[in-house]
């Protein structure tokens, strides 16, 4: 008897159809992968089965009786867990209060146990091989930290069944593998996994069986052992899909962006590095390495106390982003959602905000060039929206992305600079955004691209600088990449490359 039965599925939004008889099982102690494009039904299937949403047709069992999960609560006395992929806890309480959020243990006077509420907090972190003081704030742990708290919080349940949805978006190699060891564990425990991941490397390490969705319905239903990734990618897109990055043409040896000696105190030490006209220089290193303390110290959000920064050979100095946006610098940052939109707002209004100073007239924004702006940018990336009045919050990974990335090429920036270009994008959106970029640095355009997913620094990148504890650990030519001689440096090591010692940057 299946663990989870998902019956003829269906969910009805106004004027939009987002499941048609879907229908989904899972076995005790199965690793299930969820797979598709966005907007292809996974959160919606995902958000019936935890109680978030109500489908308009269709019904669920659990080991065999028929549930009706009404809302969150339902599902989590169910056993149904869930760790998204967008880390929703409560930044001004502790790491063990969000752990053990509405389920603290109470001493006998009804107030919370603070000693077994940080002892067992510890236990849980110490399962996933992490150490964060379970005392702190969750809102001064870094995003990797709070993803594997949510995990924390979802294995810390008597759960049946625990979703993870994009899990290690966030983490490093070593935390990947430290949450793999957690989910063996919880197979040999007949929990049973969904796993939703758009890297597929991992979802051929980590899972047994996977189902594909595209458009709403399920496309196949296969063990891992009997498809390949082709396969998986047609099912996924209807298509087949070569060529996954792309990118075509070689750089100028022309220095646009020059950096001598950068030294932030604690954080970064000593970084030389040299952006030519029309390159792609990917910029890699363990979570903590300090590389997007770097791209802020560029963009002026970050001081730093020694160095200097040289734009087409002229000496700058950032104190503010502000400064470095009109020197022709632009960063999008890694958490699009909180730090590169305003949900709220349309299409229109967030790839036009960077610009509206030059929309305007005696103090008014001149709302048709408004609107033939954004319109203009919208077929260029190739948005897809039904309307550039769409609220922003509605649009895709894939899409969201775009509009960050038009928001800022409105400026005609000189140098771009990319934490995480692809982080939480379907396939086929990556393949979109990674042409974007290639075509973004054939014009001429300086990108420095940081990324924690190896396929995509090797193919995108000319050069790769790698950091570790601060430094440019090594800048490897694009004939040299490699995915083992990027881990061996990112981790530290020495390796030997052509017969010749490559070691920090030399």
Known sequence: MPLLQMVNITKIFPGVKALSNVNFSLEK?????????NGAGKSTLIKILSGIYQPTEGEI????????????ATAQRLGIASVHQEINLEPYLSVAENIFLKKQPKNRFGLIDYVDLFTDASYW????????DPRKPLGMISIA?????AIAQAISMDSKIIVFDEPTSSLTQKETDQLFNVIDKLKEKNIGI?????RLEEIFHICTSLTVMRDGEVTGNKRIDEINSEEIIRLMVGREMKDMFH???TYAKEPVLEIKGLTVKGILNDINLTLHKGE????AGLVGAGRTELARAIFGDLPFQNGEILMNGKSIKPKHPSDSINMGIVLIPEDRKELGLILQQSVEENITITILHTLQKVGFINKQKQKEKAEILCKELAIKTPSIQQKVKYLSGGNQQRVVIGKWL?????????????????????SEIHKILDSLASEGMAILMISSELPEIISMSDRVAIMYQGRINSLLEKKDLSEEIIVTFETGQKIEINHKEVKNGK
């Open 194 to 198: 969904i796993y939703i991941s758009h």
């Open 247 to 249: 990118r075509t043409k």
């Open 61 to 72: 069992y659990i080991e065999g009786d028929q549930v009706i999960i009404n809302n969150p």
């Open 280 to 283: 792609i220089l990917g910029l």
């Open 145 to 149: 930290e709070k993803q594997m708290v």
């Open 29 to 37: 102690g199965e690793v299930k992968a969820l797979v598709g494009e």
């Open 125 to 132: 972190l110490n399962q996933l091989g992490v150490e964060i």
């Open 410 to 430: 409105a400026t005609i920036p000189k140098v771009l600079i990319i934490d995480e270009p692809t982080r939480g994008i379907d396939v086929a959106a990556k």
